[in-house]
């Protein structure tokens, strides 16, 4: 009976080991991705008219109203000044901003959302028309997704006559001396670049050293490497791709304190 009593608690014991084992590999898998649905109001926009750019996000079909961040930048065709403006949850996976556009041509806007581990971004050209009235040719027509400038800020790189586009995301309050991820999406004619070497080059003024971090991809486009800062000050991060015949790099700034 004894040697029974222990067979059978040794064969329980195995059995929730095999159990555990298979909700922390569960736990462990990664969600359903987060999909983005863009609209723009009103489709015919006129100089001076307020443009509502709005997204809706969801998963499994399921509204998502917990995104960490959802924004919208936008910029004139031809132009390196992005304006960036932050969207409000209006419920039901519904992420709006307004914003007053005054000059007539042809624009671009990127949506941002960051949620539940799922970074999407999608770059769509729209036109503002001129006001009756006005002098004739103004309007320009609507560009071409996947043309223009690089979409976030920061000297331009080099690509062989492809475009790419940067949307660097350091973490938040990074530290001195404390390990910290680097996050840069990369897309390519609006679609994510994935598969490509990822590097980052880091320095601060005019320092003639300069270290290197490997970034790995942990989503589609998506490129994270881990940096450690050796002390407070502006630096100067250069985002360094290649894929093929793309060799292209772009810098941004950052200051730690």
Not at 89 to 97: C, E, M
Not at 158 to 183: K, R
């Amino acid at each position: 009976m004894k040697r029974t009593m222990i067979l059978l608690l040794s064969m329980l014991m195995l059995l929730l080991a095999a159990c555990g084992k298979e909700n922390d590999q569960q736990a462990l898998l990664p969600g359903s991705p987060v999909e983005a649905a863009f609209t723009l109001e009103p489709k015919e926009l006129v100089a001076g008219d307020t443009v509502t750019f709005s997204v809706k996000v969801t998963q499994d079909g399921q509204p998502v109203d917990d995104a960490k961040e959802v924004k919208f930048e936008w910029w004139k065709d031809g132009q390196e000044k992005h304006e960036t403006i932050p969207a409000a949850l209006q419920g039901d996976g519904v992420y709006t901003a307004q914003q007053t556009i005054s000059e007539p041509g042809s624009y671009f806007v990127y949506y941002h959302v960051t949620a539940r581990d799922f970074h999407n971004m999608q770059k769509t050209p729209f036109t503002v028309n001129s006001k009756a009235g006005d002098t004739p040719g103004a309007t320009s027509s609507a560009p071409q997704a996947g043309t223009g400038q690089s979409h976030d800020h920061g000297a331009a790189g080099h690509a062989n006559a492809e475009t790419v586009d940067y949307h660097f995301s350091p973490a938040d309050n990074i530290q001195v001396v404390t390990p910290a991820a680097l996050t840069v999406h990369l897309m390519k004619d609006n679609k994510a670049l994935d598969k490509a070497t990822v590097k980052f080059e880091f320095w601060q003024g005019n320092d003639v050293k300069h270290s290197f971090a490997d970034a790995t991809e942990t989503a589609a486009g998506q490129y994270v490497g881990n940096v450690q800062f050796p002390t407070a000050g502006d630096y100067t991060v250069k985002v360094h791709v290649e894929k093929g015949d793309i060799h292209d790099h772009k810098d941004f700034s950052l200051s730690i304190k």
